[in-house]
């Protein structure tokens, strides 16, 4: 079994279904698959006794575990300062919290990690084991979890010492697993940014409060001479009283210290006091710059990227709100723009943007080729044909429940499905029925395109679902210079659709028509293709004029052109002009042109003034002059 698995693919093995429309909100904290990742290979288990950092069990541990950071982060300044909380009833808990992070360290040799460079996850025990050790994080992990002064007391019989206090402090490695959480938090768009930022100043702006007053009360607490402390010169005896009267002293301290308020109640009187003083009050002018300057990047950009979402999500409810749409169709709207920013963020299609055609396409191959050549239209074609479909193709995702095709709409383009599943759908009566279920490397839309009909289907997405698409014009285009390939491809479709028409006929009205016994067996046959004219005019009941074993490409998918009744000098009302398809003669063609404009053409010029003599020498979407 291979060492690496993509963690992508794990993730969203996990969020198939009803999960993906569940978690959509929450997509942004996790990642989404890259492009080309089929997601339901086999080979993505994990090897034995090997957790995936993205289980959601494992997620539930590291959030407990963060809530036992908060406990470490608070108690671990305040038994520095009163030694009696330290020897009594905090102990046990601090026990009982460092073996939990104990057992963490034990967890960590047996959960998978992502390797930086290749992004894929890496299983091997002894490859997790070497990277954990090897690294800052367990001499760390180990030190803040020891208890020290448990440890002092059994080798020398005594309970505690100064320094002990200190190694307590190792405890504040910790921390870094709450920043990781807000990291997530702020991430997450079920959670507001503003509101996620602001705790976390809070946060920060608390713990600087605890500790600063934590340490001043341990000042007071080791100098010489009691009454002449800042606390000392208040209360009496400060050592001898209650623990939470020097914690609230302490801490109302810190507060007015930190705000710049100085009432003058309480100051400092030694030497030692007023060095700490001056070292908090300037640590001060940094964390005040650091909360304004958040605070005011919270309320006038309120996060860019995540203003700019929340304006177009708000522009989508206002159109759909005004113009009523219904209620399945504007959550539709709102799904796929909350991806568009949530994929935005992967900036993959950016990236690609920037790198040279070359290497693009090169790109396109790792991720596609495999892909494309499975789909049954393009078995057994030549490699070359793949290679140049593939170069074209563009990738995107689709949420769940969204349309990908709609019915009777223009067949501009065909998907291949990558990752995910779609339904396809056809309206019979006012009612929807679903006809079947499409899966990785299965198409959609091709019919359409090859017919050039409205799309008979609907195709709607079942789940989060990566397809890569290719427009009608390039496939004629790519295909045209391929004969063998596109007899090929044509026998592919043909067989398609007579095992369509053995599935379905009963179901669906339009494939009896367009899947006639007599069209087929014509259409299988030798007799050669009628004129592109004929199959224009007839394209929408029958498979008839396709040919399989004895004719070129091109006549397969004939050209589609603009003729104009007039000379190209010539200013007239008809501007946009008729678009055809290209007949296969010249003849025909001014036969059409009559048939369009009422009168009968002897020349065809093109939009530069040059004659044309060949209509093989025309090109897709070409303006013909025809007078």
Known sequence: MDEARSPLSLLFRRRSGGDVTKNLASVSSSLLPAFGIDVDDGYLHLKKYVIAPYDRRYRWWQTFLVVLVVYSAWASPFELAFKKAATGGFLPVDLVVDAFFAADIVLTFFVAYLDNTTYLLVDDHKKIALRY???????????STLPFHIIHRILTGKMHGEVFGFLNLLRLWRLKRVGELFKRLEKDTRFSYFWTRLFKLISVTLFVVHSAGCIYYWIAVHHDTEGNTWIGKHVEDFEQRSIWLGYTYSIYWSIVTLTTVGYGDLHAENTGEKVFNMFYMLFNIGLTAYIIGNMTNLVVRSAAHTFAMRNAIDQILRYASKNRLPEGLRKQMLAHLQLKFKTAELQQEEVLENLPKAIRSSIAQHLFHS????????????EDLITQLVSEMKAEYFPPKVEIILQNEIPTEFYVLVTGAVDVLVYRNGTEQVLSKL???DMAGEIGVVFNIPQP???RTRRLSQVIRLSHHHLKQMAQPHSEDGKKIISNFIQY????KREMQEEIPFL????????VEKATSNEGLRSSEALNSQRETSVEGIQENSTPLPSTFPKRVIIHGHHPNETTGDTMGKLIHLPDSTENLFDMAETKFGKHGKKILMEDGSEVEELD???????????
């Open 371 to 382: 892909i494309v050549a499975k789909t049954y239209l393009f078995k057994g074609v030549s």
């Open 439 to 441: 899966v990785s490397s």
């Open 497 to 500: 659709l007579k095992d369509l």
């Open 617 to 627: 020498a025309l090109r897709e979407n070409d303006h013909l002059f025809i007078f």
């Open 512 to 519: 009896r028509e367009l899947l006639e016994d007599t069209a």
């Open 457 to 459: 289907f609907t195709v």
């Open 133 to 143: 050790i090897t690294r800052l994080l367990f001499p760390m992990d180990v030190a």
